[in-house]
């Protein structure tokens, strides 16, 4: 069974917190500190995600 579940879209990561009960759309993440929508899916494209999230960060230092 593919578990779904809610995700940062910057880096893939699991923890998110809603941070505003007043507007749903205000998430932060306690990896990248992004903050904002997020989106719901399954450990691949979470893998997805994160490894495309490691080489945006590589090509910055570069």
Avoid at 31 to 59: A, F, K, R, V, W
Wanted: overall charge negative; aromatic content about 12%; some cysteine.
């Amino acid at each position: 069974m593919n578990m779904m579940f809610k995700m940062c879209p910057r880096c893939g990561s699991k923890k998110v917190k809603w941070i505003i009960p007043q507007n749903w759309s205000q998430w932060v993440c306690y990896d990248c500190d992004y903050t904002g929508p997020i989106i719901e899916g399954n450990q691949e494209l979470s893998d997805e995600i994160h490894e495309s999230y490691l080489i945006s960060l590589n090509e910055k230092e570069d």
